[in-house]
């Protein structure tokens, strides 16, 4: 009997192990089909003119690239901040400029997935922005900062072509907390 039930609890832990890893698994795969979807949706939204959803019930569609090439980081840009989108990338904030134009667009993304980078960046680094027509503007890295959340003085009228990528902060934490970490630029050239 006393055999029989550590078998059962034995078999029950293995079971439940193979399950959580099974759900870990299928995540990593969700997320990984949803870039490349991102990435053809994002093509096709360049040939044709048009937004394009990544999949049918899709509540954005990719607006950008935005890449930094001396760390090879790149990311599909979404139409929304929301934290659905945010789930599969960088969102652009509404209220703020395409990029190229004038004021400061803003990006945010999670800092533990899609702006992991941001950690890596150095001022000087160049950012590129490819824009739903397949125009491509290129910043300059000024400087970071960080900053409460509701204390950030961006100025999406701000004189000028800017670009700032808003994440939280600290990068390595867990759970949420006040402060965001921004990083500013300015288009080069």
Do not use: N
Request: aromatic share 8%; proline share 5%.
């Amino acid at each position: 009997m006393k055999r029989r039930s550590l078998f059962l609890g034995a078999a029950f832990l293995a079971a439940l192990g193979l399950a959580l890893t099974g759900q870990g698994l299928w995540i990593v795969a969700k997320a990984a089909v949803a870039q490349v979807l991102l990435e053809r949706a994002f093509g096709e939204t360049i040939e044709t003119g048009q937004p394009v959803k990544p999949w049918t019930w899709a509540d954005t569609w990719p607006v950008a690239r935005l890449s930094v090439p001396r760390i090879g980081a790149t990311a599909i840009v979404l139409a929304s901040g929301s934290g659905q989108s945010l789930a599969f990338g960088p969102g652009h904030l509404a209220g703020t400029p395409a990029p190229g134009q004038s004021g400061t667009t803003v990006y945010a993304a999670h800092r533990d997935t899609h702006f992991a980078f941001l950690a890596e960046m150095r001022v000087g680094d160049l950012i590129t922005v490819t824009d739903s027509a397949g125009l491509t503007y290129t910043y300059r890295m000024t400087g970071s900062e960080i900053v409460r959340w509701d204390e950030s003085r961006i100025d999406a009228r701000a004189p000028g072509r800017h670009l700032v990528l808003a994440t939280c902060w600290p990068l390595d934490a867990r759970m949420r907390g006040p402060l965001r970490y921004l990083v500013h630029a300015e288009l080069a050239g």
